[in-house]
């Protein structure tokens, strides 16, 4: 029974989000109404203001919000009556913690599961003791920027979804507050810096993350999972490409959500700041399961992946296995793998 | 005890703003702010009604649900009362809200916002001030229900339209004026507010 | 510093009891439900409310602990509804307001202007020291150096030009003592050129109803209006101009479900909550009122007793009636005859019927005509002089009721006494100074006894040939006390003029547009006075009604009272011994309450005789008691009286005369508030009586029309054995050697009027009113084409009356008319252009727009315009357009409000605003840091040429504007 019940609500749920889409487009009262003009007094002079006088509940049928006019400038106050806010709090009370809860820890689970069943990734050949470039120190600066900002970002988002059940009664109200503000202005300043980093990412790495033919290969062969052999791939391989343009897409949804939300009715009504939150709230979700994939990938996961963005080179035979496609092309251009200096010469 | 509501009559609103300068005296509240206002439908047009708005202290308040450090609360008068001491302004009462009435001062050069500011129904504020104390005052306004009246804006209504008071009182003096006077264009908000309308 | 939330939920949760003793003494039931906005009623069955955390405190801004609040009460100072403020003042600070729920006109309600005029006290927008212009910089002078001055610049205009140089332009928003002072000290300086605000509000209405019945005034009241079951208001918006009067209007509709009509050109807020709206084309109110007339006539729905009984010359009027037939009302006014037969059958049937209006009406070149007609269908329907009907006339400002009555007029002394001689004397005697020296004060005798130059003319009187203007010189000197310059039509011309001047004197609480509008370098003074919460005094509201108001606190900053500025000006000129005779002077200051007693000494003719500040106070405490529909006191120490004893209130203080809460009421007895219509025109005309005919006050005497009361007719009856020896005494010395003569109006002991009325005769006889006044320019009312019209096709049939000399200026109307039409003016400027209130400010706005909480509200100036109108010019909602009038080449730069509030074809803009002039913002001419918080394009920059005949009443309801998108 509790069961159908929580189903139902998810349903529910469901309606809840298209129902504050809806009320994005709204109509004020005054622009449909139903009495006639002041020409048609010409045909029926009897005009009663009284027996057409506006109703609630009729514009409320109507339109998802009831709206008129103001004598102060403030636009945003001409909203009279927008039930939609009652929607969206239970979207963000009801809704979102589980959604967030079941995301992040489906993700954690799921690693979880992959460790277990296949334990950290070796180079199956071994360490040659050569070593290649692969990240330069601009890269590498413009990940860990990202990177850095957006672990900042989520964990002050986080603490404006579960701060209050998780850390409020741990420290206490006041020092919740004084926390939580700090976090605002953080994540609200942090922003930026993260807006900064998926710029440059994005302008450094797009061209190398056009999807290839060889990539649909390495997807059906589960990037090595499935088969014997380890596919090949460039620079970057197809899972790579899809954090990537997660990242690129997703970073762009959450700054632009976002920043409607810091910029409160610049742009948008408090409809579309309902819906923006939303949608912020909902990708900072997937955004986090994500990244904690990336994260896993490149540390816990795959011996020799962390030394890429870590050092900026990475071990030759890791980089044959991984990204052969890359080495042929990088040696072709005559970058060969250097020796490392600490090791001992081959010859 | 009694569940403090406010009623606005619109078949008797005439968009006189009494209510609005009301607040602004009483609360001595700055300019930008509009803790109560008047939103008029239909502008101009036979049918026009005047709907005096502000924090309609909801049943179940929204505001106080999805604040994400709980400084808002309802008392037990059902008066929804917040305290600025812990508010981050962050502006998720203003989107909950079905009714506008959360407002922020505007900090800094982009749109940050301040602590939340909204009608207090002049009943203080949900600090630790002293209730009635000067502190309580400057933070939030005036105290009157602890003086044993009514919000200004619904005492000073030019037409008694805007009504004030326990919900069952204002209730029936709804009704009875719409039995009265055979109209009514219906308790505007309650329905959202307080998931109840006024039968007639 | 870290408190647990928990704690805080806890003493929350808890407050109660955190409270000792908290629900005694808290709030009880009826005073709950007083503040829950009703009179308790049927809810008697209700459950007690339980107070629970309630406890009763004094102050509303929590008062320093251990200091005493005071409560003071005083009044509005916007609207004429005379609205009680009750201020809560602690250490000389006013530091709240409260509802003031014992007044019967308010019951603690309050509009937007009202409910914030503690800022006007605290703003700092207010003009806090004295300054003058030199070479065109603000100079800040003392009040010494300022008195000095001017008085000097005077003295000498005075030598050079003679006294009717200097224009004495009072305001409404003096106290009635203040006003009566201001009026005796200008007959001292020696010239009729007082004017006030009411010429530009009321004068028609002043003219018109005095001369069909003989006083000038709303006949009942706002509260009465609860008793009518039809509600006709036209020409008037009482939502924005007297919000707290609708809740009578409203509440009377609800319990009666009356009829309420609005006839508007505007679908205005009032109309809103109308259930009949019929529009109309401005300037059209004769021909709409004639084609009401037309179907009441057709259908013998007159009230034919009523008007063979207290009615001459209707038939006259039935011969105009008859040529409004509904397809030439249609014609004229565009409102469809099926309409107007509704509208007139309600009327006509539904009675008590009552017509309100408002400036709709007046200010127009017809306005006194238009107050005729109205009158007219107020008579024919037998709707005047009962309970629930009348001519319910909303006056402007808070005291232009009693500025009126009192003189600041320039047609009068106080009180209607006129400008002859007799009156003159009248008021020598009452100022206890010789007749002589007042005459040796003017330039002659004629000019002592001519009506002054109206005050929207008194540029005209700077700037025109000194031939063509009714006295010795120009006008070389105004003296502008409380008075906006923006309210006045035809600003270009006035600016103009402005800068003709020698001395401009402003004397105001905010600087004004008279400070800012022209290029003026020298010559000029901005001096503070006080707001009225800074004085005290009475002050009589619309319905007649006089209250009592006191400080709320001293005059800030370098204020002064008005009383205590016009007396330093006496000084000055050397006439304050004859100003304050017989009152006592403290510090520089009158005492209200001795302006108030020699008012009552010489307030015969209207009756402002009872009203002694003894029971104005007396009511003020005990403002509870009075009823809410009829006003009337059932008990305590006021018990009988009206609330605000309403003029008339006969005989001296001693005689409990009630007031007359209702005018002409010929259902109750004189001592108890009846009357009759005045017999002021005469007994006979061409051989028909002007004399009621069977109808009398309830228990007189005289059980038929009489004529007003004088020594020769208490002979005649034989009561003037009735008179007590003081009074016969009186009787004498004011008589000489005609005791005959002395009347019920000039006798000062009330001798008369206390044997009129102990015989149940109202002191002014018992007369029919007339549906004809032969002594107007249109004895029956006759519609006439607005002066620039949107219907030159009109003007052959309707034109406006030939030119003419009026009030010592020439009124070139019909020329301007006749030009307009062969120049086809209105083909270059299509829309009607009217004007009126917002709700959120007042008057020429200033002062309101200075209010902090008030400007935020309204911070544009604004045209409305149909949507028609603008499409077809490419006009959005909310964009600059520039609206261009049909004279002196002007322009606005106002934002444009598309709505179909407005008809196609008009356009509407309020009053209000100032300090832009064709386009410039001028905010850097205010004296620096007073400028208002909101400036604008005034009106009556776009308004035109246009006077009514009577009483100079400026036309600024009609007019042809263009507008254009920018």
């Not at chain 2, 049918?47 to 037990?76: F, K, N, Q, W």
Request: contains cysteine.
């Amino acid at each position: 029974m509790s069961a159908l019940s929580t189903r139902l609500r998810h349903a529910l749920g469901t309606l809840v989000l298209l129902g504050i889409i809806a009320s994005a487009v709204p109509a004020s009262a005054q622009q449909a109404a139903p009495p006639p003009p002041a020409q048609s007094s010409q045909s029926s002079p009897l005009i009663d203001p009284d027996a057409l006088a506006v109703n609630e509940q009729t514009l409320l049928g109507d339109f998802s919000r009831v709206e008129g006019s103001i004598l102060i400038p403030n636009t945003r106050e001409r909203v009279l009556i927008q039930p939609a806010g009652r929607l969206w709090d239970y979207f963000h009370e009801v809704l979102l913690r589980p959604i967030a809860l079941i995301v992040i820890f489906g993700m954690v689970a799921l690693l979880a599961i992959a460790y277990l069943a296949m334990g950290r990734l070796r180079i199956s050949a071994g360490r040659s003791g050569k070593r290649m470039q692969r990240f330069s120190a601009f890269e590498r600066f413009s990940h860990w920027l990202t990177a850095t900002s957006f672990i900042v970002l989520a964990l002050t988002g986080l603490n404006i979804t579960f701060g209050k059940v998780a850390l409020r009664p741990l420290i206490g109200p006041d020092a919740f507050s004084t926390v939580s503000q700090y976090a605002k202005y953080i994540h609200n300043y942090v922003s930026f810096a993260f807006v900064a980093g998926l710029v440059l990412i994005a302008a450094m790495w797009m061209k190398q993350n056009i999807p290839r033919k060889m990539d649909i290969t390495w997807l059906k062969e589960g990037g090595g999972l499935i088969g014997s052999k380890h596919p090949t791939a460039g620079r970057f391989n197809a899972g790579q490409k899809m954090i990537f343009w997660f990242v690129v897409g997703a970073g762009a949804a959450a700054a632009i959500s976002g920043y409607l939300l810091i910029f409160p009715f610049y742009v948008t009504n408090i409809a579309g700041m309902q819906v923006a939150q939303v949608v912020h709230s909902l990708l900072a979700a997937a955004f986090v399961a994500v990244i904690l994939a990336h994260i896993y990938i490149g540390t816990l996961g795959m011996e020799g992946a962390f030394e890429a963005m870590g050092t900026g080179s990475v071990d030759f035979n890791w980089a044959k296995q991984h990204h052969r496609a890359w080495v042929e092309e990088e040696v072709a251009k005559g970058h060969l793998p250097q020796p490392t200096l600490s090791a001992t010469p081959a010859e | 005890m009694a569940r403090m509501k406010f009623l606005c009559d619109a078949d008797r609103c005439i968009e006189c703003n009494a209510c609005v300068t009301a607040c602004k005296n009483e609360n001595e509240v700055p300019w930008g702010i509009n803790r109560r206002r008047v939103v008029t439908l239909n502008d101009g047009k036979p049918g026009e009604r005047s709907v005096s708005m502000a924090c309609m202290h909801c049943t179940d308040a929204p505001c106080a649900a999805v604040c994400p450090v709980s400084c808002i609360l309802s008392t037990d008068e059902g008066v929804v009362l917040h305290s600025k001491d812990l508010c981050i302004g962050c502006g998720y009462c203003f989107y909950a809200c079905p009714f506008g009435a959360p407002q922020y001062p505007q900090l800094g050069n982009f749109g940050s916002r301040g602590k939340m500011d909204k009608c207090t129904y002049c009943a203080g504020g949900g600090g630790t001030e002293v209730p009635g104390s000067i502190e309580e005052y400057r933070k939030y306004g005036a105290n009157r229900l602890l003086e044993g009246k009514l919000p200004l804006c619904a005492e000073m209504c030019s037409t008694k339209s805007l009504l004030a008071g326990d919900s069952e009182i204002i209730a029936q003096i709804y009704k009875e004026r719409v039995l009265t006077r055979g109209y009514g264009s219906g308790a505007w908000g309650w329905r959202t507010a307080y998931r109840e309308s006024i039968a007639i | 510093m870290l408190i647990k939330r928990e704690q805080v939920e806890r003493r929350r949760g808890s407050l109660a009891g955190a409270l000792p003793g908290s629900t005694s003494g808290g709030l009880d039931r009826r005073s709950f439900l007083r503040r829950s906005g009703l009179a308790a009623g049927g809810l008697a069955a209700l459950g007690t409310f339980s107070p629970g955390m309630l406890r009763t405190t004094q102050a509303g801004p929590p008062p320093t602990p251990g200091v005493p609040v005071e409560r003071r009460k005083n009044i509005c100072t916007h609207c004429s509804v005379g609205c009680t403020v009750t201020a809560e003042v602690q250490n000389g600070v006013w530091i709240g307001q409260e509802p003031s729920w014992d007044s019967p006109i308010n019951r603690g309600s309050h509009c937007s202007k009202g409910a914030s005029v503690r800022e006007l006290v605290h703003g700092d927008r207010r003009v806090k020291y004295p300054m003058k212009l030199v070479d065109g910089n603000w100079t800040r002078i003392s009040w010494d150096m300022a008195i000095d001055e001017i008085g000097n610049t005077l003295a000498a205009i005075r030598e050079k030009s003679g006294p009717d140089s200097v224009y004495w332009l009072g305001s409404t928003k003096f106290s009635n003592e203040a006003g009566y002072l201001f009026r005796k000290f200008v007959a001292f300086w020696g010239t009729n050129n007082v004017d006030c605000q009411a010429r530009i509000c009321h004068s028609t209405t002043v003219a018109g109803v005095a001369n069909t019945w003989g006083y000038g005034a709303m006949t009942n009241s706002f509260n009465d209006i609860r008793r009518s079951k039809t509600l006709l208001i036209m020409g008037g918006n009482p939502a924005e101009a007297h919000p707290v009067s609708l809740q009578h209007l409203l509440e009377g509709k609800e319990l009666n479900r009356a009829n309420f009509i609005v006839i508007d050109p505007r679908m205005t807020r009032t109309a809103a909550h109308a259930n009949d709206y019929v529009r109309i084309r401005p300037g059209t109110d004769i021909a709409a009122i004639w084609g009401m007339l037309w179907h009441i006539f057709q259908n013998g729905w007159e009230d034919k007793e009523f008007i063979s009984q207290r009615v001459y010359g209707m038939d006259e009027t039935r011969k105009e009636v008859a040529k409004w037939t509904p397809d030439e009302v249609e014609r004229v006014t565009g409102i469809p005859g099926e309409q107007l037969r509704r509208v007139a059958e309600k009327f006509a049937k539904d009675r008590p019927s009552t017509l309100i209006w408002a400036m709709g009406q007046t200010q127009h070149t017809v306005g006194t005509a238009n107050v005729r007609a109205s009158c007219t269908l107020l008579l024919a329907t037998g709707n005047v002089g009962g309970f629930g009907n009348g001519a319910n006339i909303f006056r402007g400002h808070d005291n232009v009721q009693g500025t009126t009555d009192l003189g600041l007029d320039v047609t009068s002394l106080p009180l209607y006494y006129g400008l002859d001689e007799g009156a003159w004397r009248h008021w020598c005697r009452v100022w206890g100074v010789d007749y002589a020296w007042v005459q040796s004060r003017f330039a002659s005798k004629q000019l002592m006894e001519a009506p002054g130059i109206a005050a929207p003319r008194w540029f005209d009187a700077t700037m025109l040939a000194k031939s063509s203007i009714g006295q010795s010189d120009n006008l070389r000197a105004m003296m502008v006390f409380g008075h906006n310059g923006n309210t006045i039509t035809r600003m270009p011309e006035a600016v103009k003029g402005i800068e003709a001047l020698e001395l401009l004197v402003i004397v105001d609480t905010v600087p004004t547009n008279w400070s800012s509008v022209s290029q003026r370098k020298n010559g000029t003074y901005l001096l503070p006075c006080g707001t009225q919460f800074e004085s005290s005094g009475s002050r009589t509201n619309s319905n007649r009604a006089l209250q009592w108001y006191d400080q709320v606190v001293q005059p800030i900053f370098e204020s002064k009272e008005d009383q205590e500025i016009v007396y330093l000006f006496a000084k000055k000129l050397g006439v304050a011994d004859q100003l304050c005779k017989n009152i006592a002077v403290e510090t520089n200051r009158p005492l209200p309450e001795d302006l108030l007693r020699e008012i009552n000494r010489g307030g015969w003719s209207t009756g402002y005789s009872g009203q002694s500040p003894e029971r104005l106070k007396r009511q003020r405490d005990h403002q509870g008691d009075f009823d809410l529909v009829s006003l009337r006191a059932k008990d305590g120490p006021c018990a009988g009286e009206y609330y605000g004893l309403p003029w008339p209130c006969w005989g001296t203080p001693d005689l409990n005369h009630p007031g007359t809460a209702i005018l002409y009421n010929n259902h109750l007895h004189v001592k108890d508030g009846g009357g009759a219509f005045r017999a002021r025109f005469g007994v006979e005309r061409n051989g028909a009586t002007l004399l009621a005919e069977g109808s009398y006050p309830l228990g007189s005497d005289i059980k038929d029309g009489y004529p007003e009361f004088t020594m020769a007719v208490l002979k005649k009856l034989g009561w003037d054995s009735e008179l007590t020896t003081p009074e016969m005494t009186v009787i004498r010395e004011v008589g000489g050697n005609n005791i005959d003569a002395v009347s019920w109006s000039t006798d000062l002991s009330g001798g008369i009027q206390r044997v009129a009325l102990a015989h149940g005769c109202i002191p002014y006889g018992n007369a029919k009113a007339r549906a004809v006044a032969w002594n107007l320019p249109d004895p029956v009312p006759v519609h006439r084409e607005p002066i620039y019209t949107p219907r030159p096709d009109l003007v052959a049939k309707y034109p406006t009356l030939p030119d003419a000399t009026q009030l010592r200026v020439p009124n070139i109307g019909f020329t301007v008319q006749k030009a307009a039409v062969d120049q086809k003016v209105a083909n270059r400027f299509p829309l009607i252009l009217t004007s009126g209130r917002l709700v959120d400010y007042e008057g020429g706005g200033d002062e309101t727009r200075a209010n902090i909480w008030l400007a935020e509200l309204r911070q544009d100036m604004f045209v409305e315009i149909s949507p028609a109108d603008a499409q077809a010019r490419g006009i959005s909602n909310g964009s600059w357009v520039w609206v261009t009038g049909a004279e002196n080449s002007s322009k606005a730069r106002v934002k444009a409000l598309v709505t179909e509030r407005v008809g196609k074809g008009v356009a509407f803009m309020p009053f209000h605003f100032s300090g832009w002039f064709q386009g410039v913002d001028q905010r850097d001419r205010f004296p620096q840091g007073i400028d208002p918080y909101v400036l604008g394009e005034a009106v009556n920059s776009i308004t035109t040429y246009g006077y009514d005949p009577v009483t100079n009443m400026p036309e600024s309801k009609v007019t042809l504007c263009q507008i254009t998108a920018i």
